[in-house]
């Protein structure tokens, strides 16, 4: 009997049909494989997945294996995005036994949840082999299994081991990172490494805030490099906006299709940070577009943002988004088809698959004449109508709260950077305008979806889904990046509610995650027991749980002025230290943050009545040193610590700089104001 029905997660829901036993995740069916004494299959992927889509399609679909399945194992669905503990847990082992990680992740467990035998995906025939051999093993060779899965949970207790060495993540070691960056950097094509090639988002976002406190122009170069790379490139969806997971190939030409939130979120706080240092315009347009998709695309009303757009359409990946130069003159005529397509690439032999192309921007279209960008304007409007009418990939509807937090914080810095830059007199001032108005409107949605639906009894809550809170509890990541959301909320509106929420979860963090020697594990103390407790203090697809949190405990300390956060963050950031000598890439977001610690990070106070329009509030978010909180309101406004006893200045506005605690005379003038920013 399948048991997916009742599923929350779309990943399971795609499954619900299959003719293999499936089980969630849960106690029960653990029970069930020792009552039967039968090994447990544990497949674990995420509803975006596309190769996750073809071994469903080929293996789990197919009569013959879900038989085999059926009689041999108890098989667990598990969707990485709703349980990622339990994925760490066991791609730990699958990197242990393989060397490499991904998914579907194929896992072999005993009916305790020991891992034996690990890997990714399997072609039908070599699975139904591996299934073969894996429950005559069980039957015949039983204690070799059994010391094999002994062996794998050893593994994965040291690699998730906490307490190890820790150093201060100073000066020298930041501008170490950086140099290693630029000695990594693939200095034509952008970004870092070779194919596949992932968007860096939180290196680049630690460039930036390197930058801005050293002066380097390395750091800079490298971030426009290869944030116009991307934007020029086919992983940077040309039409509607925003980006793709990575790109298959070194130079950014063919993405793989899906587009995930976190993501978008990421790379948008990288545009908007880059066009508020530099006003470069191919910055703002792609900031501007991509906090469009993220409300368009992402968004659902009265709920949260969704997870992802699939990589599939009708089981093709790239159906949606590849043309052919013949296409382009179907839906534009003879000479902006010509035109298009040499705008964008499309070639007769193609750069994808079948002979079509991903569309890219071979040519410039931010600085040119304003004839030629409303061309450009035109062609993708009518490019993008006709898109629509093709068939369009799923979305993954599911509301994660971590990501949701990443979109907040990114939304919320792209708003202060648009009052800063954007005119009336700009040619798309109404279109910025619109884009603004619809991405707060997300946001703030989001905002009161977490607040409301996912927190639960104090605790957060992992998902939800059509308004309906999921099971799985909370990881580090959910409450490090949510904290920081509601701080990032706190500073945009003024409101002192946001600040209350945000150190209630730094508080349970605080509780219930602590490990030894100031470092934190990613469950709770009081969460389900795994074969092991994952701790990973590395950043990847998104901030480690370490990371975020420590974000948000500089930011909760910046706002409060309450030291012991501060502290907290300091000492844990300690425990990363060592890794971010060594493997800066994989470390962007915990060397973001102590950018910020290095800088101080700046508390700036505006007292004023005009907390939209004041010159002064202009100023700090425009000088704002690398990680600084800014706060603008009347003077001693209920919930805004920032502002207690921070009075105008004979009637006129004024701005109260702090660094590390300790606070300069105000200042009411923009001059004074950046000198003491600079």
């Not at 062996?151 to 501008?175: H, K, R, W, Y």
């Not at 990589?311 to 003879?334: I, R």
């Not at 934190?520 to 701790?535: G, M, N, S």
Request: proline residues 6%; hydrophobic residues 45%.
């Amino acid at each position: 009997m399948n048991r997916l029905a009742g599923a929350t997660s779309p990943y399971l829901l795609q499954h619900a049909d299959n003719p293999v036993d499936w089980w969630p995740w849960c106690d029960e069916a653990f029970a069930e494989a020792k009552r039967r004494d039968v090994p447990v299959l544990i497949s674990v992927g995420y509803a975006a997945c596309h190769w996750c889509h073809v071994m469903a399609h080929e293996s789990f679909e197919n009569e013959h294996v879900a038989a085999l399945l059926n009689d041999d194992f108890v098989s667990i669905k598990v969707d990485r995005e709703e349980r990622p503990d339990v994925d760490a847990v066991y791609m730990t082992a699958t990197q242990a036994m393989t060397g490499q990680g991904g998914w579907p992740m194929t896992v072999f467990a005993t009916p305790d949840g020991t891992p034996f035998f690990c890997g990714t995906y399997f072609p039908r025939a070599n699975f139904v082999r591996l299934l073969q051999s894996v429950a005559t093993a069980w039957r015949d060779q039983r204690e070799e299994v059994l010391r094999q899965g002994a062996a794998v949970v050893e593994a994965i207790g040291g690699a998730q081991a906490v307490g190890g060495s820790t150093a201060p993540l100073d000066a020298p070691l930041l501008d170490a990172a950086a140099a290693t960056l630029a000695g990594e950097y693939d200095t034509t094509n952008g970004g870092f490494g070779g194919a596949p090639k992932f968007p860096p988002h939180m290196n680049l976002l630690f460039l930036l805030r390197h930058h801005q406190r050293t002066g380097d122009p390395r750091s800079l170069e490298i971030v426009r490099h290869t944030a116009e790379a991307m934007a020029r490139g086919g992983i940077y969806d040309q039409l509607a906006g925003g980006f793709a997971r990575y790109s298959v190939d070194a130079h950014w030409t063919v993405p793989h299709f899906e587009k995930m939130l976190y993501d978008n979120a990421l790379l948008l706080r990288v545009y908007t940070q880059l066009w508020r240092l530099t006003g470069d315009p191919l910055a703002r347009r792609i900031a501007r577009d991509t906090a469009r998709f993220l409300a368009d695309e992402l968004h659902q009303p009265g709920d949260g943002f969704a997870s992802a757009l699939d990589a599939d359409t009708e089981g093709v990946e790239g159906l949606t988004y590849s043309w052919t130069p013949a296409q382009l003159v179907e839906v534009l005529g003879e000479e902006d088809g010509r035109w298009a397509a040499d705008l964008f690439a499309v070639t007769e032999q193609g750069t994808f698959e079948h002979g079509t192309s991903v569309l890219r921007l071979a040519r410039d279209v931010d600085d040119v004449a304003p004839e030629i960008r409303a061309r450009w304007q035109q062609v993708v409007g009518r490019l993008l109508a006709a898109r629509d009418d093709r068939p369009q990939p799923a979305r993954d509807d599911k509301v994660v709260a971590a990501w949701n937090g990443l979109a907040i914080t990114a939304i919320v810095e792209f708003q202060q950077v648009v009052a800063l830059y954007a005119s009336p007199q700009d040619e798309d001032a109404n279109l910025m305008e619109g884009v603004v108005i619809v991405a707060d409107g997300a946001m703030r949605d989001a905002a009161e979806h977490l607040a409301a639906v996912h927190l639960v009894d104090g605790r957060l809550r992992r998902v939800s889904r059509g308004g309906a809170v999921g099971e799985p509890a909370g990881v580090l990541e959910d409450y490090g990046c949510v904290a920081e959301a509601f701080c990032a909320l706190h500073q945009l509106t003024g409101e002192g509610r946001w600040l209350t929420l945000a150190g209630g979860l730094l508080d349970v963090a605080l509780e219930h995650f602590a490990a030894p020697g100031g470092a934190f594990y990613d469950t709770a103390d009081d969460a389900e027991r795994l074969v092991a407790r994952p701790a990973d203090p590395t950043d990847n697809a998104t901030p480690s749980g370490r990371s975020a949190l420590i974000a948000g405990l500089v930011a909760y300390a910046a706002l409060t002025g309450e030291t012991r956060y501060r502290e907290a963050a300091e000492v844990a950031l300690g425990t990363v230290a060592p890794i971010v000598g060594q493997h800066a890439r994989f470390t962007g977001y915990a060397a973001t943050v102590g950018e910020a610690l290095l800088s101080g990070p700046y508390e700036i106070a505006v007292a004023t009545d005009d907390p939209t329009d004041d010159p002064l509030v202009a100023a700090a978010h425009r000088h704002a040193p690398p990680g600084a909180v800014v706060v603008a309101g009347r003077p001693d406004q209920p919930g805004v610590p920032l502002l207690a006893d921070r009075a105008l200045v004979d009637g006129r506005s004024a701005a109260y700089v702090c660094r590390g605690f300790v606070c300069q005379r105000p200042v009411t003038t923009v001059e004074e104001l950046v000198a003491e920013l600079r």
